[in-house]
């Protein structure tokens, strides 16, 4: 199964700051990552996919790359809106796995 | 408008089956494939199974021999049932909808979630 190391575990940063969530893949998983936001009692909503491709609807602060086995989401901009919990899934390879989630907290 | 919805019983005996149904509207599950994502309280996001929209299946190896997932097409569901459920099995269940595009998936709506506790 391929791993999924997302970093940092948690997060704080200011209104306005622009903060980056990185994962890294056990193997070359070609693009196939999606990002996901999950605020608490909620289910996770979709921010990217194909590494870099933004899901409709979603602000445009919200930004992904990477290739290879390195990935990032980058969210310019902080908003109160955006403290929540955040997640990379792989979906190169059954079965798909998720990284560990990242934490952010709004100061 | 795209919407799935999971149903369960809640509570499970451990041992016993755990029979989960989600049922979606808003789209055909023939153009469509369906995943299962359960959450274990304060925990992170576990793939478990999925269902393309020709209606082949593919598991978390992991689990994969306590799994069963199915679906109605007449009836819009979903159904996953998995066995010998134990403790660590407590979790919250998504469904949730996906397709791929030719060159990669897109998991783009999901379920509010089932919460399911395995005790005595």
């Known amino acids: 199964d391929i791993q999924m190391t997302q970093s940092p575990a948690s997060l704080s940063a200011s209104l306005g700051e622009t903060v980056s969530i990185e994962c890294l893949a056990s193997?070359?998983?070609?693009?196939?990552l999606a990002w996901y936001q999950q605020k608490p009692g909620k289910s996770p909503q979709l921010l990217i996919y194909?590494?870099?491709s933004l899901q409709d609807g979603v602000p445009s602060r919200f930004s992904g790359s990477g290739s290879g086995t390195q990935y990032s989401l980058k969210i310019n901009s902080l908003e109160s809106e955006d403290a929540a919990t955040y997640f990379c899934?792989?979906?190169?390879?059954?079965?798909?796995?998720f990284g560990g989630g990242t934490k952010l907290e709004l100061k | 408008q795209v919407q799935l919805k999971e149903s369960g019983p809640g509570l499970v005996q451990p041992s016993r089956t755990l029979s989960l149904t989600c049922t979606v509207s808003?789209?055909?599950?023939?153009?469509?494939?369906v995943s299962w994502v359960r959450q274990p309280p304060g925990k992170g996001l576990e793939w478990i199974a999925a269902?393309?929209?020709?209606?082949?299946?593919d598991y978390n190896s992991a689990l994969k021999s306590r799994l069963s997932i199915s679906r109605d097409t007449s009836k819009s569901q979903v159904l996953l049932k998995m066995n010998s459920l134990q403790t660590e099995d407590t979790a919250m269940y998504f469904c949730?909808?996906?397709?791929?595009?030719?060159?990669?998936?897109?998991?783009?709506?999901w379920g509010q979630g089932a919460s399911v506790t395995v005790s005595s």
């Open positions: 808003g789209f055909s599950l023939t153009s469509y494939g």
């Open positions: 194909y590494a870099s």
């Open positions: 193997e070359d998983i070609y693009n196939n």
């Open positions: 949730a909808r996906y397709y791929y595009s030719g060159d990669y998936y897109v998991m783009d709506a």
């Open positions: 269902i393309w929209s020709g209606g082949s299946t």
């Open positions: 899934l792989q979906d190169s390879e059954y079965p798909w796995t």
